[in-house]
């Protein structure tokens, strides 16, 4: 190991982190710590509410412990991975402390995601243990989890909130603590949380117990979150978004209170937000828009809301405008990136800049570079790719040296895909997308992904995805399939019904898919997925 490099991803070069530790950026703290610190300053407060069960800090406090005492006990070791695949339930957090006082690394997984990405994270990451809910929207995640324990042979343990079938309730996993080992530094890994991607598999990010603090206590800060905001966490609970922007994690660590929202609709979130006095959430574009829709005749009272935050995928000016009296609320964008990078607008920022502009980043020290195709930087305030580099922005993903190559530059700046411009107040506008995603109203979808599943159907021989606008998502996933000579080709709802076969997650199912016998080429003879993305006349394909 040379400095600067862990076995497993790059990390920040020994003169960076000096500088992040000596501005006062990285201060040496641990997830586990802080909460027993939180618990030790103020044990009555309320932490996390779910339905009608408060926990105190104390009480996670302890519940994190426990559980801690009990997979240490079934044999789960610091530096251990375990793929977390919780909804917005109060073991996530028992889960994720207990983990995090360990030592050992959750990978987050989202609820949606299915047997083709669980088993893929299990496998890849070498998961010892995989915890899920028994169900969740109708799903049994139970008998999915027995297949995986088939795909993935480091698997030991299914750990089930609620009824566990054959495998292990969660329930039944604290134990009384004992002796606990001490328990990770600042500077080690913390989790691994997944990237949108726009490769075949998606990456892993490693985030430190000391970078990931200090992107909450600098959210925190310009988010104005104290001991007195009411978080409702209505998107799922593992996203950065929610989690750390300054989602559930920051509110935590300003001693504020977690509401936990088993589903983003506004029929589910309004009542918590009356009963709860909820005084910030964070939502997607489409979401946020569907929430204005509905407040305008809501019996719910909504005026505790002081910020709502959007972000996750481009919010146009003209549902921004929208959004602006629908809450009575300080309307905040958010861009950011669970691979580093935040961007917010300021509460005071002038209206004008809230709409038009997705902010600006969290830390001084976040460097910024726009450049043209060639890597030069592009003039003051023209669109360019946007590479990225500081004291919480990765420089590496876990086990992928091959995809680092490409995904940074030489001095440790990561290449975000995204399109950009700046403005004169230091405002980033985001023009577009480089990277071959799809980003489905703040879901992120590789297009490569698709693409091969798409080609393993016997009847495909070529296949391409892009995005089409879509008015209500910004985005959908259009497939676009060449037949194999004599074969047809399946329509929509077939094509839908064998990638889910494949265990693929709902999300990323082709809204359209169309039939063609030749895809458009650039100048060089390459696939011109800029023309395919243009909206096809009405009518044409399915
Ligand atoms: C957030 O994180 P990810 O990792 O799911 O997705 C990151 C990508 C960005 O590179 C960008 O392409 C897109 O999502 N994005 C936006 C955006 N926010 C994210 N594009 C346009 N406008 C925005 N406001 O999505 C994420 C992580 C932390 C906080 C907020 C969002």
């Not at 088939?150 to 002796?179: I, K, M, N, Q, S």
């Not at 959004?323 to 669970?338: K, S």
């Not at 800049?353 to 003051?380: F, K, M, N, W």
Request: aromatic share 8%; glycine share 10%.
């Amino acid at each position: 190991m040379t400095p600067g490099e862990s076995a497993a991803a790059p990390t920040w070069p020994a003169e960076f982190a000096a500088r992040y530790r000596a501005a006062g950026w990285w201060r040496g703290e641990t997830f586990g710590a802080m909460l027993r610190d939180r618990a030790a300053a103020h044990p009555k407060r309320i932490a996390l509410t779910a339905g009608d069960r408060h926990l105190t800090y104390a009480a996670l406090d302890e519940a994190a412990d426990r559980m801690a005492a009990g997979l240490l006990a079934l044999g789960i070791a610091p530096g251990d991975r375990v793929v977390v695949q919780l909804p917005n339930v109060p073991e996530f957090f028992e889960v994720i402390f207990a983990l995090f006082r360990i030592g050992a690394l959750p990978v987050f997984a989202l609820p949606a995601h299915r047997e083709a990405e669980i088993s893929y994270f299990c496998s890849f990451t070498e998961a010892v243990a995989y915890v899920i809910p028994a169900t969740w929207e109708g799903y049994d995640h139970r008998a999915l989890a027995t297949r995986v324990l088939a795909a993935a042979p480091t698997l030991r343990h299914v750990l089930v909130a609620g009824e566990p079938g054959g495998h292990t309730a969660l329930g039944a996993v604290p134990r009384d603590p004992v002796a606990t080992p001490p328990g990770p530094n600042p500077e080690d890994l913390a989790f691994l949380q997944l990237s949108g991607g726009s490769t075949g598999v998606p990456k892993l990010i490693p985030r430190t117990h000391d970078d990931y603090l200090y992107s909450l206590r600098g959210s925190n800060e310009i988010c104005g979150v104290s001991a007195d905001t009411v978080y409702l966490c209505a998107l799922p609970a593992a996203h950065n978004f929610p989690l750390s922007s300054p989602g559930t994690l920051g509110t935590l660590y300003a001693g504020g209170r977690v509401v936990l929202s088993p589903r983003p609709d506004p029929d589910t979130a309004f009542p918590l937000i009356a009963r709860e006095r909820v005084t910030l959430t964070a939502l997607v574009p489409p979401l946020a828009l569907a929430w204005a829709e509905a407040a305008a005749g809501t019996p719910h009272d909504l005026g505790t809301l002081r910020v709502l935050q959007v972000g996750g995928a481009k919010l146009s000016r003209e549902a921004a405008t929208r959004l602006l009296p629908a809450f009575g609320a300080t309307l905040q964008q958010v861009f950011g990136m669970a691979e580093g990078l935040v961007n917010y607008t300021r509460l005071d920022d002038p209206e004008e800049l809230i709409v038009s502009t997705q902010g600006r980043p969290l830390s001084p020290d976040d460097e910024l570079r726009i450049v043209d195709e060639e890597g030069r930087p592009v003039p003051p305030g023209a669109p360019g790719h946007l590479l990225t580099r500081g004291p919480y922005t990765i420089r590496g993903y876990w086990r992928a040296p091959e995809h680092n190559a490409r995904a940074f530059t030489p001095d440790g700046f990561y290449r975000t895909g995204d399109l950009v411009r700046l403005t004169p107040t230091g405002h980033l506008v985001v023009t577009g997308r480089a990277k071959d995603q799809i980003n489905r109203g703040g879901e992120k979808v590789a297009a490569e992904e698709i693409e091969n599943h798409l080609l393993a159907h016997p009847a495909v021989h070529d296949a391409e995805v892009v995005a089409q606008p879509d008015p209500y998502l910004g985005e959908r996933i259009c497939a676009y399939l060449i037949a194999r000579q004599g074969a047809e080709l399946p329509g929509r709802a077939a094509v839908r019904a064998w990638l889910r076969a494949r265990g693929l997650a709902e999300y990323k199912l082709p809204d359209l898919v169309r039939a063609v016998t030749a895809f458009p080429t650039t100048g060089v003879g390459k696939v011109s997925k800029r023309h395919l993305r243009e909206p096809a006349p009405p009518g044409a394909g399915s």
